[in-house]
C-alpha cells in the first residue's frame, strides 16, 4: 500500500522561504498540489524518477524547487519569495503513468494523495 506523509508546512511572512517534505514509499514520479479555501486544487510542480524531469505551475516558476532524495524517498518542494496567494494545503501525490490517466497538471493524473500540510503567507 502506497502512503505519502506530507510535513514541514507553516506559518511564514511574505517574502519568506518554507520546504515542504512528502515520505513516498517507493520510486514514483511525484507531484505537489494546492489547495486554497473556495479554490479547485492546482498543480504546482512535478518530478520524474527517471531522469529527474521536473515542470511547474507558471505562478511559481523560479520560485520554487522540487527535488527528492533518492536515498530517502522523499520529495521537497522549496518555496522561495512565498506571497499571501500561496497559501494553501498542499499535498504531494503520486503520477499516475497509466495512458489513461490525466496529464502532469491534472490531479486526475495522480492516483494516491497524502493527508496534505498548512502553508499560510501572511502580509
Known amino acids: 500500500q502506497v502512503q505519502l506523509v506530507e510535513s514541514g508546512g507553516g506559518l511564514v511572512q511574505a517574502g519568506g522561504s518554507l520546504r515542504v517534505s512528502c515520505a513516498t514509499s517507493?520510486?514514483?514520479?511525484m507531484g505537489w498540489f494546492r489547495q486554497a479555501p473556495g479554490k479547485a486544487r492546482e498543480f504546482v510542480a512535478v518530478?520524474?524518477?527517471?531522469?529527474?524531469?521536473?515542470y511547474y505551475a507558471d505562478s511559481v516558476k523560479g520560485r520554487f524547487t522540487i527535488s527528492r532524495d533518492n536515498a530517502k524517498n522523499t520529495v521537497y518542494l522549496q518555496m522561495n519569495s512565498l506571497q499571501p496567494e500561496d497559501t494553501a494545503v498542499y499535498y504531494c501525490?503520486?503520477?499516475?503513468?497509466?495512458?489513461?490517466?490525466?496529464?502532469?497538471?491534472?490531479?486526475?493524473?495522480?492516483?494516491?494523495w497524502g493527508q496534505g500540510t498548512q502553508v499560510t503567507v501572511s502580509s
Open positions: 518530478i520524474y524518477w527517471s531522469g529527474g524531469q521536473t
Open positions: 517507493g520510486r514514483y514520479a
Open positions: 501525490a503520486r503520477r499516475d503513468l497509466r495512458s489513461t490517466a490525466g496529464s502532469d497538471d491534472d490531479p486526475r493524473g495522480y492516483d494516491y
